[in-house]
């Protein structure tokens, strides 16, 4: 699969090359095999008081090429930074940009002889725990040749296992055991196929019948106007589970209807009634009837072979907690085509969930095309090794040397963007596009600083009218992703004339797909204390306009920035920052920004860090909307463990299942006002780490299912229950409906549906009991299996049917119905 990326052949040829190429970089003789890196932590040292990680990056030059004593460099990236500066053995560790690194000899370097290894120690500034952290992307360059990138392709990271390597401080970041886990999972029942919730999420209201619906072919679809989509969804739907079916019998009538939906006004309610004179749904809206499809889908057995199925009688009134039940995708950081946000957007339809946050720009990437700006794409939407600057974006996020990289380099064309548009539509699914601002936005800044330089170069005229950054400006500032050039400046006109064309033209894509934006997402996050400060537009700016701090400066912006929405009939949206007061101390407690909480903002509040804890709910007694998405409990690129081999990161939590699924929107400290400024919740996963879509997949699912049933259920009965016994046990019954439903019916039937959705398959937990190993997993009712004999489980191992007494090592692993298997957990059985 090719992205479209608009570069020449004359450019593309230029970031090619292969091992035998290398003799044009290199000293004399090229090599006859490719460099190779290997990288491992050396140790965790507690004697700062964050904990310092010592780590080695080991390079091994190939046959034929030695590195010479001076003229090359080992690039590479690594998030969350690390302690740049001279290294043992004549070596010093330099920053390049953001989160690109270099290696290069200083002085008295003695060069690597062809075949033998360089060992590079290196430190991190606290400690590492998770993988996430490790240097990525790896490349070498010669002096003599600064344009010809070698990507070091065989690149391993070690993940630790030895004592030294997994020391942590007492309390904060403990290894989980198979014990733990065992403890973990027994919190939950195994379920019998029939005691399942019938529908999910929860429905509002279910009455069920006495008996079942016997169907011998698939029923006759009758709908009425408006529902062509939900018609040709409930066709196809019937065609899979009965085809052909007993055509000798009548079909069942499967009537599909808009209609008011009694005592619900959401235009996502629906009624559902399984009865012997057929099968009916009628929603508010087309889209109610679409959530009542999805219902009654869940509801049909497991795919099989079966010429006939039977439904139970029940009744379902149903309508969303909540008006916006969102999921976040960063396509930014690390791009993915448009058919895998199709596939993510059948997965939200199928689950219940309404809006898609696109997050299509930030410092690393611009990911849709923009008529008239051209350097957005050429430049913004690609990222590869030069050292010439303007030329393009550099490697981030481990995405390489080279240009034609399928997830550091590609954008959406105007087509393509209105083809998700229509996709999303016809699932019911808004689309929010977000364009990061005024942080967040390198990719922006440096595509129209070259457009500057191109033009400028040409004598053409209108040069700086969508320039984004003062040449003047001596402001020092750090971003979280270490940029100090990466941030739009409020002091030019030229900002607002880009921030206005934008908008404008993502607004016209918007119509011409047919369907008309309603809000536009623009950041205002992580803007990092200093900047502006030293900026002579910006100051230029304050003395016209009589601003008295860079914080009035900030509502200044944000005045312009909604203005420029309002123009095109929109309301602004952004992280919470947008609407909190600016302070002067970086890492202070946030405060509600008194100007603009009539504005009709939404805001999406992550930071429920401490000091924090409450700021979504004082926003909404402000006056504010927010959507909340708290890094604690809904950030889905947060890895579920301390456990080295769990992908994800750790800045902000660790999130299991229940941990998403034990979130409680509502706090009592909002006031009557401000539990109706809260509009819903969102799953946001941002993919500094996702370099290929199975970790998409293992990230988002199962824990997505969280999500839904967070955000459509009303209130668990074990959330309202003051006395904390009572509550427990409302909680575990709960909570293993849930964890049946998805290891005996949800996941089995994406595995047998689809086949592509590649979700987290938990490690077993295990315990050792009178002799015997016990085993149990997250979701009850997936398949385990097991080895004795020191061997990987596979799909032939023996399965796990009750106590295991074999003595030894003993390994299990969980697998889906099509033999995938989940991380492996062992033990020990004396």
């Keep these: 699969m090719r992205e479209k990326m608009n570069l020449s052949p004359k450019i593309l040829a230029a970031c090619l090359f292969t091992v035998g190429q ?37 390079f091994t030059a190939p046959r034929g090429m030695a590195l010479p004593a001076q003229g090359w460099s080992i690039y590479f990236n690594c998030t969350d930074g690390i302690v740049t500066g001279p290294l043992a053995g004549k070596l010093a560790l330099e920053t390049v940009s953001g989160g690109l690194f270099r290696i290069r000899p200083q002085p008295g370097f003695k060069g690597l002889p062809a075949g033998r290894t360089l060992h590079i120690d290196y430190d991190y500034p606290n400690l590492l725990i998770k993988m996430a952290r490790a240097p990525s992307g790896p490349y070498l360059v010669f002096d003599s040749a600064p344009e010809t990138a070698i990507a070091i392709g065989d690149y391993q990271v070690h993940v630790p296992t030895r004592p030294e390597q997994l020391r942590r401080p007492a309390g904060r970041d403990a290894l989980v055991t198979v014990q733990d886990i065992y403890r973990r999972n027994a919190r939950a029942d195994l379920l019998p196929t029939d005691a399942l919730p019938l529908v999910f999420p929860t429905p509002l209201a279910l009455r069920s019948g006495p008996g079942k619906v016997h169907l011998a072919r698939a029923p006759q679809v009758i709908s009425g106007p408006g529902l062509r989509y939900e018609t040709a969804y409930a066709r196809a739907l ?26 619900q006004d959401s235009p996502e309610a629906y009624t559902l009634s399984v009865g012997a004179e057929g099968i009916n749904i009628v929603g508010n809206s087309a889209a109610g009837v679409a959530r009542g499809l999805q219902s009654l889908h869940g509801m049909l057995p497991l795919p099989s072979d079966a010429s006939s199925l039977d439904l139970p009688e029940l009744e379902v009134t149903d309508a969303p907690r909540f008006a916006y039940r969102g999921f976040q995708l960063d396509v930014a950081r690390n791009f993915q085509p448009k058919e895998v946000v199709f596939k993510t957007l059948d997965l939200m339809a199928e689950y219940k969930l309404n809006t898609l ?43 390489g040397p080279r240009i034609d990289d399928p997830h550091g380099s590609g954008y959406y064309s105007r087509a393509e963007y209105i083809e998700i548009l229509r996709y999303a539509a016809a699932r019911h699914i808004d689309v929010i596009p977000e364009v990061e601002m005024p942080g967040h936005a390198r990719a922006a800044v440096k595509a129209m600083e070259a457009r500057y330089h191109r033009m400028k170069d040409a004598g053409e005229q209108g040069a700086d009218q969508y320039l984004l950054n003062d040449f003047d400006d001596r402001s020092v500032y750090r971003s979280p992703q270490e940029y100090t050039d990466h941030v739009i400046n409020p002091g030019l006109e030229s900002a607002y004339t880009f ?3 934008v908008v404008t033209e993502i607004a016209a894509l918007h119509r011409e797909a047919g369907v008309p934006l309603k809000t536009m997402h623009v950041g205002g996050d992580e803007l990092p204390h200093g900047a502006w400060e030293q900026s002579p537009v910006s100051r230029a700016l304050m003395q016209r306009e009589k601003l008295a701090s860079v914080a009035d400066l900030w509502d200044y912006f944000y005045n312009r920035v909604d203005g420029i929405l309002r123009k095109q009939g929109l309301y602004a949206s952004g992280w919470e920052e947008m609407g909190a007061r600016r302070t002067a101390e970086e890492g202070a407690p946030q405060a509600p920004n008194p100007r603009f909480n009539r504005r ?89 780490t996702i370099r290929d879509t199975h970790l998409l997949d293992y990230l988002m699912m199962p824990r997505l299912l969280a999500v839904a049933e967070r955000g459509w259920a009303p209130d668990p009965a ?113």
């Design 22 to 58: 290398l003799a044009q970089a290199a000293p004399a003789g090229a090599p006859a095999s490719a460099p190779r890196m290997r990288w491992e932590v050396l140790r965790n040292d507690f004697s700062s008081p964050h904990g310092r990680t010592r780590a080695r990056l080991s």
């Design 238 to 263: 019937f065609a899979r589970y009965l085809p052909p079916g007993d055509t000798a019998q009548p079909p069942l009538p499967l009537r599909l209807r808009i209609g008011d939906v009694d005592g």
């Design 357 to 399: 946050h696109f997050h299509l720009t930030d410092d690393e990437g611009w990911r849709v095309e923009i008529t008239g700006l051209p350097e957005l794409t050429s430049i913004g939407a690609v990222r590869g090794h030069s050292d010439r600057p303007g030329v393009r974006l550099p490697p981030a996020y481990g995405s």
């Design 499 to 501: 921030i206005d064309k």
């Design 600 to 688: 009709g903002f939404s805001l999406y509040v992550w930071n429920n860090t401490p000091g924090n804890e409450d700021f979504a709910y004082r926003l909404a007694n402000a006056g504010y909307d927010v959507v909340l998405a708290p890094v604690t409990n809904m950030y889905l690129d947060m890895s579920a463990n301390p456990n080295p081999d769990e992908p994800g990161v750790n800045w902000g939590a660790y999130l299991e299942l229940d941990t998403v699924y034990d979130f409680k929107p509502l706090a009592a400290s909002l006031s009557e006002a401000g539990r109706s400024h809260v509009r819903g919740v969102e799953a946001t996963l941002f993919s500094e």
């Design 718 to 830: 074990w959330a309202r229950e003051t006395d904390p016994a009572r509550a427990e046990a409302l909680h575990r019954a709960a909570w293993s409906g849930f964890v049946n439903l998805l290891g005996q019916r949800e996941l089995p039937r994406l595995d047998l549906e689809r086949g592509d959705v590649f979700y987290r398959i938990a490690p077993p937990g295990m315990v050792v009991e009178g002799g015997k190993v016990l085993i149990n997993h997250t979701l009850p009712g997936l398949t385990l299996r097991y080895t004795t004999d020191g061997s990987v489980p596979t799909v032939h191992s023996k399965p796990v049917t009750g106590p295991i007494a074999a003595r030894g090592v003993i390994q299990a692993a969980g697998f889906d119905r099509n033999g995938r298997s989940g991380l492996v957990a062992r033990i020990v059985n004396k």
